[in-house]
């Protein structure tokens, strides 16, 4: 249940903490909030409350509860994953993409001021990557491959189990964004070859503010915050034990609503998306397909010729309508997403992109709605623009 008369269509950004997530943390404010490193009998339940978080949140991709490090969310995650592999004296070299989340690109262009090389892949039209590009570009001083399982602006669904693969063939260590994924597609980080993969909690249900990196067993990374013992000495200071219990609960329970969750989704946005491409003159759809299997169920990402996003974005607000511009506006300049760019778009048709993402809360009389609004808003945009 949403805001009365909000249609929030930006579940990429963030989502509703679940009600069963709330009612789990809530006893951890306020009854049991014990210290879990302290030694005496109140703090057993919140330590207990911890484990059992762990293993909640391990058992959706088939990891061991040890193997699952509690951070503050994808962008710590990130930084942890990718500053450790550089500081592992493996090597200097990172092979990442050009579509990654500023939280991989930025860490990368923070490495590189420090010494480290990075090689950023170009996807094709729809955003992917092929194992044959990370392969050629290996290198004998390459300690990181850093793919996204599933890209946040255009749901591109990356060939990861290949290029886990290939990473384990040449013995290099393979990290993977899933923030967008986890718990959205199923992973399985054996069967994947997966060494590293950043986690957030907020974007499957659980509170904002949580997230972890899943490190396998036989990796050995450092610390990226230092001081106390906690996380097995990898990750210190003192837990966040109500969002860690909001997560796991949150992971259970997203999990095992998947299909559903997937099924409600994929039917609305694939409405969505047939409205627009046959409603709209002059709109097309960014990224893959939406019938092919590689696209994120929940995704849809729209460029309409001649409007800029920002103009749309404040109409579509003034009507309640929540979804995301495909640029971001920073001092008043619209800087044309990264990603859309990366996928041949021109600097002027990425600025007149946005981005939809959907929710199983979601229902087709409010797909319906904003299809409506976006053709009405377009419509009298480019009434707006011929009549100067
Ligand atoms: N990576 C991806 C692909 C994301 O979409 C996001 C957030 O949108 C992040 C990382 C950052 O996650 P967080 O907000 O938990 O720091």
Same mark, same amino acid.
């Given at each position: 249940?949403?805001? /009365? ?12 903490? &679940?009600p ?6 809530? /006893?951890?404010?306020?009854? +049991?909030?014990?210290?879990? $490193? ?27 509860? $040890? ?9 710590? #995650? ?21 579509v ?30 092929s194992?044959?590009? +990370? ?30 693969? &290939?990473?384990?063939?040449? @013995? ?22 997966i *060494?590293?993969? #950043?986690?957030?909690g ?5 509170p904002?503010?949580t @997230? ?15 001081g ?17 219990? *909001? ?6 329970? #997203?999990?095992?609503r ?9 039917? &609305? ?22 019938? @092919? ?10 460029t ?14 003034l ?24 996928? *041949? ?40 623009i011929?009549?100067?």
């Amino acid at each position: 249940m949403n805001t /009365p008369d909000l249609i929030y269509l930006d579940h990429a950004a963030t989502t509703r903490t &679940l009600p069963e997530a709330v009612r789990a943390m809530l /006893p951890y404010f306020t009854e +049991v909030y014990g210290n879990p $490193s302290s030694a005496y009998g109140f703090s057993d339940r919140p330590r207990e409350a911890a484990a059992r978080a762990r293993k909640q949140c391990a058992d959706v991709i088939g990891a061991d509860a $040890s193997e699952i490090f509690f951070t503050s969310g994808g962008t710590e #995650s990130d930084n942890w994953a990718l500053t450790a592999a550089v500081l592992s004296g493996r090597g200097r070299r990172i092979i990442t993409s050009a579509v990654e989340h500023p939280a991989v690109l930025r860490t990368c262009a923070f490495l590189e001021a420090h010494g480290a090389r990075v090689t950023y892949l170009q996807p094709d039209r729809e955003g992917f990557l092929s194992p044959e590009q +990370v392969e050629n570009a290996l290198t004998p001083d390459t300690c990181l491959i850093s793919v996204m399982t599933a890209n946040n602006e255009i749901g591109t669904i990356e060939p990861i189990r290949e290029i886990g693969a &290939l990473a384990k063939r040449h @013995g290099i260590l393979f990290h993977t964004d899933a923030v967008q994924a986890y718990c959205h597609i199923p992973i399985d980080v054996k069967r994947d070859h997966i *060494g590293l993969m #950043s986690v957030s909690g907020h974007k499957f249900g659980g509170p904002r503010g949580t @997230g972890f990196l899943y490190i396998r067993k036989d990796v050995k990374i450092g610390a990226l915050l230092h001081g106390g013992p906690q996380e097995r000495n990898r990750r210190a200071g003192t837990e966040n034990i109500p969002g860690i219990v *909001g997560m796991g609960t949150a992971a259970e329970l #997203s999990a095992s609503r998947l299909a559903e969750n997937t099924g409600r989704e994929r039917a &609305l946005r694939d409405r969505l998306v047939s409205r627009v491409l046959s409603e709209i003159p002059g709109a097309s759809l960014n990224g893959p397909p939406v019938n @092919g299997g590689q696209r994120l169920a929940n995704n849809a990402d729209f460029t309409f010729d001649g409007i800029r996003s920002d103009a749309l974005l404040i109409r579509l607000d003034l009507q309640g309508i929540c979804v995301s511009a495909g640029s971001a506006c920073s001092t008043g300049a619209l800087t044309p997403s990264h990603v859309l760019t990366a996928i *041949g778009l021109t600097e002027e048709e990425a600025r007149g992109s946005i981005r939809v993402s959907v929710g199983p809360e979601n229902t087709m009389e409010e797909i319906d709605r904003t299809a409506d609004a976006l053709r009405e808003n377009i419509q009298k945009m480019r009434e707006m623009i011929s009549s100067f």
